[in-house]
């Protein structure tokens, strides 16, 4: 018996196939592996972020005496609601008309047409993915998260987060070079791309007591980093003014000489005014330890919270990828459409903010 368009377009077959072919991504994003995911029921999220997480010796105390209580120094709570994401496609009464009538000349004739249709929602889905990484890239160099929504059908949404409320890790966590010091073709002969990052590593070491393990940077940057004749010289004393360096080998001597991974992040998206942006912007480097920094929380959406436990009968269904993003197919009567819905609330945590070394090269 042939499947229906509602049965073809249902939640289920959308989930699978996106999972199937994002099983294995070529270029994956990285803010996850420094932002496991996570998930919570609603819209709320709270965590503690102590101050550099340094211990602190246990007081001394005569026999006999009570226990002094310690107070919970440097901690804090922060707490906000999460921002919600969503956004739908519909396959109208014209929509359904084409597929039918392929379907009727056989299932290798409409297949072409269904993956094109499947491939558009997924495209959502994606969208949902690309929001959780703008937000972990961002704090990773500013501390923030601003996303504003087109001003289109009335949207004039805007979300603001700042990690840093006191101001504190803006002053203790980060560092702009001067003028002569900045990483640029035209500060060549004065910058010192690799004492600035020696000097970034020991201030960790020896202010919080984290050794950094990585740094993050764009090849725009690296590019700037490489042009420095300091690096130049050291690398080949003799011969520098007429040495080129590549990319791979500029790259391989600066983490020998300072034990440091380099990460260039290049991936690109499209904002909500269809802008290409970076992930993680040019002139930025961030110094960063080997573990997990936070957290990205995914929490309820309507849909799932309402819907997927069998609310919506035979109108609605719902699938969950990716931990929290929500795909959800709806059957309308009248007109005949089926309008799939991907939405997703979600928000990173930083718990390991003052963990990381944030310079501004140029």
Do not use: C
Request: charged fraction near 20%.
């Amino acid at each position: 018996m042939a499947k229906t368009i509602f049965e073809i377009f249902e939640s289920k077959s959308i989930a699978a196939y996106w999972t199937d072919t994002n099983v294995n991504i070529a270029d994956p994003t990285i803010g996850q592996n420094m932002f496991p995911v996570s998930k919570q029921v609603g819209l709320d999220l709270a965590w503690i972020k102590g101050r550099n997480n340094l211990p602190v010796a246990l007081q001394p105390a005569a026999f006999d005496t009570k226990a002094p209580l310690r107070d919970r120094i440097g901690v804090k709570e922060l707490s906000t609601e999460m921002p919600f994401f969503r956004e739908a496609m519909r396959i109208g009464e014209k929509d359904r008309q084409q597929i039918e009538t392929l379907l009727a000349k056989g299932e290798q004739f409409v297949q072409p047409t269904i993956m094109r249709i499947y491939d558009d929602i997924g495209n959502l889905v994606n969208g949902a993915l690309v929001q959780a990484e703008r937000m972990r890239m961002s704090l990773l160099w500013s501390g923030k998260i601003a996303i504003l929504a087109t001003a289109e059908n009335g949207r004039d949404i805007a979300y603001n987060y700042n990690y840093d409320v006191s101001g504190d890790w803006a002053t203790d966590n980060n560092l702009t070079l001067l003028t002569d010091d900045r990483w640029l073709v035209s500060t060549k002969a004065t910058s010192d791309p690799i004492n600035v990052l020696l000097t970034a590593a020991n201030t960790m070491k020896e202010d919080f007591g984290v050794t950094p393990t990585r740094i993050l940077m764009n090849t725009s940057t690296l590019t700037g980093m490489l042009a420095s004749e300091s690096i130049s010289k050291t690398m080949n004393p003799l011969g520098a003014t007429n040495m080129i360096i590549t990319k791979n080998a500029g790259k391989a001597y600066l983490e020998s000489e300072t034990e440091l991974k380099i990460i260039v992040y290049d991936k690109m998206y499209k904002d909500e005014q269809g802008v290409d942006r970076k992930y993680y912007p040019d002139n930025y480097v961030s110094l960063l330890p080997s573990y997990a920094l936070g957290n990205t929380w995914f929490g309820t959406t309507p849909e799932e919270f309402d819907l997927m436990s069998g609310t919506g009968g035979d109108i609605a269904s719902v699938s969950i990828v990716n931990t929290g993003v929500a795909i959800t197919t709806i059957k309308e009567a009248h007109p005949v459409n089926v309008m799939n819905v991907v939405s997703e609330i979600v928000l990173p945590s930083f718990e390991r903010m003052d963990d990381i070394y944030v310079i501004k090269v140029a």
